[in-house]
């Protein structure tokens, strides 16, 4: 009874350490918490565009004056002026789409795939909810379809941004909109999908 009493305060100090130590590891407080994100399709490519501004200059190369005679009549030739402009680029262009869905956990949404000037962007739309929880990744897969396990090949645009809302995730020169075809999101503590979209 003496041991007991002696080491009762070590003993529950060490109780409390591993509860921590596997709240912190588990996270399950990320279950029932969103993470809001409101990012815009502007915001994606928002340094190209400003690169590609419209810009207008004009030159006026200077005037010419012809000096005559005495008595004579003077000449003034007026400059043509010489304007340089650069097109501004048309907007994103939406080159695949799909619904998210989830994959034994619940989500919605739309996973998009843009591109400008063969700049490519992954982008949870706005109505994007998914089921939140500990160390999300999204995932681009090289297949149009999911069966299950872990996948064996794919492009990791690491960490999800939030779990809600609209948000980019800049492609890669790697990424092939002809082999990527399917958008993930995986749970690496745990090894298991979350959400899934067929992008096409």
């Known amino acids: ?19 921590v130590l596997a ?27 400003a690169a590609t501004e419209t810009i207008t200059t004009s030159t006026l190369p200077p005037t010419t004056v012809t000096t005559a005679p005495e008595g004579a009549s003077t000449t003034t030739t007026e400059p043509e002026p010489t304007t340089t402009t650069t097109t501004e680029p048309s907007g994103p262009v939406a080159i695949s789409t799909g619904q998210i869905f989830g994959i034994d ?51 990791d645009l690491g960490k999800i941004k939030g779990n809600v809302g609209g948000q980019n995730y800049a492609l890669p020169a790697e990424y092939d909109p002809q082999i990527h075809r399917f958008m993930m999101v995986w749970c690496l503590r745990f090894n298991t999908p979350f959400a899934g979209s067929p992008l096409a």
């Not at 588990?26 to 409101?38: A, H, N, S, T, Y």
């Not at 795939?113 to 063969?118: A, K, P, Q, S």
């Not at 962007?121 to 299950?148: A, H, K």
């Open 23 to 49: 709240f912190l590891a588990f996270r399950p407080d990320k279950l029932f918490i969103d993470d809001v994100v409101d990012e815009s399709l502007t915001d994606a490519f928002a340094t190209d565009q």
């Open 105 to 155: 956990h619940s989500a919605e949404g739309t996973a998009t795939v843009y591109e400008l000037d063969g700049d490519f962007v992954l982008r949870f739309e706005d109505d994007t909810d998914i089921q939140n929880g500990p160390d999300l990744f999204v995932w681009l897969l090289e297949d149009d379809d999911y069966t299950g396990g872990i996948p064996e090949s794919y492009i």
């Open 1 to 19: 009874m003496d041991l007991i009493k002696r080491f009762k305060w070590p003993i529950i100090g060490l109780g409390l350490v591993v509860v």
